[in-house]
């Protein structure tokens, strides 16, 4: 399987994992559940008022659904990882992103590994172009700019996408942004992280 090369393919993907928390198909839940409960390194934004995790593994694998993921006998978080690095913000811990996983976990009924859990951060979708929770893609949905810290930045400031958005939407993308300077501060203090570490 190809890795993801954009932030859209990362974010369609942990848009259809999330959609598999309300399939019809047990199993697909049943595939949501385990995979929430045993990851250790999750991309997380908010679709509305709604949490959305994905874990690495999953998200790192382009178009990626539950029957491909089960059939790649070779999926592998040091593989995945520095593919979702060069496109999303790392966070290596966050107590209050974590809580919001253990929020999520309660409901769905999953018990969370005892695992040092890591996040990537990713811009919320707005309210008035929330993607559904349902399986399928959000190439026509018009997200707000993406962030790319890196030589990808589109150079696009907060203030300028925030004026874009609902008051809703302001609060999220506000509430983040703090998140993305933590993020940025904790990267540059460690001097970087090792994906082959990571094994999710």
């Given at each position: 399987?190809?890795?993801?090369s954009g932030?859209?393919?990362?974010r369609d993907?942990?848009?259809?994992?999330?959609?598999y928390?309300?399939?019809q198909?047990?199993?697909?839940?049943e595939?949501?559940?385990?995979?929430?409960?045993?990851g250790k390194?999750?991309?997380?934004?908010k679709?509305?008022m709604?949490?959305?995790f994905?874990?690495?593994r999953?998200?790192?694998y382009?178009?990626n659904?539950a029957?491909?993921?089960e059939?790649?006998e070779?999926k592998?978080?040091?593989r995945?990882?520095?593919?979702?690095?060069?496109y999303?913000?790392?966070?290596v811990?966050d107590?209050?992103i974590?809580a919001?996983?253990?929020?999520l976990?309660?409901?769905?009924?999953a018990?969370p590994?005892?695992?040092?859990r890591k996040?990537?951060l990713m811009?919320?979708?707005?309210?008035?172009d929330?993607?559904?929770?349902?399986?399928g893609l959000?190439?026509?949905i018009?997200l707000i700019?993406e962030?790319e810290?890196?030589?990808h930045?589109?150079?696009?400031?907060?203030?300028?996408?925030?004026?874009?958005?609902s008051?809703?939407?302001?609060?999220?993308?506000?509430?983040?942004?703090?998140?993305f300077?933590?993020?940025?501060s904790?990267i540059a203090l460690?001097?970087g992280f090792d994906?082959?570490?990571?094994?999710?």
């Amino acid at each position: 399987m190809e890795f993801v090369s954009g932030e859209s393919q990362i974010r369609d993907n942990a848009l259809r994992f999330d959609g598999y928390r309300t399939s019809q198909n047990l199993s697909e839940q049943e595939f949501f559940r385990l995979r929430l409960a045993f990851g250790k390194n999750f991309v997380y934004f908010k679709n509305g008022m709604n949490d959305i995790f994905c874990p690495s593994r999953f998200c790192g694998y382009r178009n990626n659904n539950a029957r491909d993921h089960e059939a790649n006998e070779t999926k592998h978080g040091g593989r995945t990882t520095p593919a979702i690095n060069k496109y999303l913000v790392r966070l290596v811990s966050d107590a209050h992103i974590d809580a919001l996983y253990r929020e999520l976990c309660a409901r769905v009924g999953a018990t969370p590994a005892d695992n040092l859990r890591k996040y990537w951060l990713m811009r919320p979708l707005v309210d008035h172009d929330r993607a559904p929770a349902s399986e399928g893609l959000v190439s026509e949905i018009n997200l707000i700019p993406e962030f790319e810290p890196t030589p990808h930045d589109t150079g696009m400031s907060l203030e300028n996408s925030v004026s874009q958005t609902s008051d809703s939407a302001t609060s999220h993308v506000e509430d983040q942004d703090s998140l993305f300077a933590e993020a940025e501060s904790e990267i540059a203090l460690e001097g970087g992280f090792d994906p082959t570490n990571d094994d999710d």
